[in-house]
């Protein structure tokens, strides 16, 4: 049985300022230097934080990310940032397809696809957000939605592409609700995505991190990550406060 290295990361959103970032990351770094080699702990700023978020980390195994990339490399798209401008600034990571990009700006699935690709094309680490709403759960149609984000993608990558990516389950009724997926509910989907991967590839589907997002804290993270599918946090709010942070951080040792 594969080991995956847990990963916590930290989604800041639209959130912060250049004294809050400069805090955050100064308490972050230090706080998870013991744990470098038992979790990947990746932060994502928001686009204009980027390059002090680089600077500050210098010489720190906290990686970053960002929030989202254009699926261009380059051209006249006023106002977008490209995947070789990310990497340019020292970011490791891209979030793909959260819920607030699939249904705030309208990411449909071949949107998302086009930036997992361009994620990967200039060796960004894609991380590809699926979760099905709370009216798709009550209609019982939790699996079709996450078996159609992700096959969308596979169809489009191929499966080996998974093994430079990771696959986060956001349901989306518990980000920033509060609401959290318990960790046998987590697990269940969790399992699914996973054999979804193994029926086109088994080792990349045992060694592929997939993380649970949705109003973790520091008192829900140990059960969650203690599931044998749960491989880790995207963590939004809770990653706006260092010691609450730290402590998810922790709770993945
Ligand atoms: C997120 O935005 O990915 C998220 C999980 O947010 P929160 O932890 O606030 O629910």
């Given amino acids: 049985m594969e080991k995956r290295n847990k990963i916590v990361a930290g989604n800041w959103k639209m959130h912060g300022s250049r004294a809050l970032v400069q805090s955050l990351v100064t308490a972050i770094k230090e706080g998870a230097a013991s744990l470098s080699d038992q979790v990947d702990v990746i932060l994502f700023p928001s686009f204009v934080h980027v390059p002090l978020v680089n600077q500050l980390l210098e010489n720190s195994a ?91 993608v596979i169809e489009a990558v191929s499966i080996d592409a998974f093994q430079q990516a990771v696959i986060a389950y956001e349901p989306v009724w518990a980000i920033g609700t509060g609401l959290t997926a318990t960790p046998d509910e987590a697990q269940t989907v969790h399992r699914l995505i996973r054999q979804q991967l193994a029926d086109c590839h088994r080792d990349i589907a045992n060694a592929v991190r997939i993380l649970y997002g949705g109003s973790v804290k520091a008192d829900n993270a140990k059960g969650l990550f203690a599931m044998p599918d749960i491989d880790g946090g995207l963590i939004g709010g809770a990653s706006l406060e260092a010691t609450g942070f730290l402590a998810i951080c922790h709770a993945a040792v």
């Avoid at 990339?69 to 070789?84: M, N, Q, R, Y």
């Avoid at 891209?94 to 086009?114: D, K, M, N, P, T």
């Fill in 62 to 152: 906290v990686m970053m990310g960002a929030q989202t990339l254009d699926a261009h490399a380059s051209g006249a798209f006023t106002g977008e940032i490209s995947g070789p401008m990310l990497i340019d600034y020292g970011c490791r990571y891209v979030l793909v397809g959260h819920s607030e990009r699939r249904h705030l700006f309208h990411e449909g699935l071949s949107v998302v696809a086009e930036k997992f690709k361009a994620a990967l094309r200039v060796g960004l680490q894609p991380i590809l957000c699926v979760g099905e709403t709370l009216p798709q759960r009550e209609q019982g149609l939790t699996e079709n939605i996450i078996h159609e984000q992700l096959a969308s």
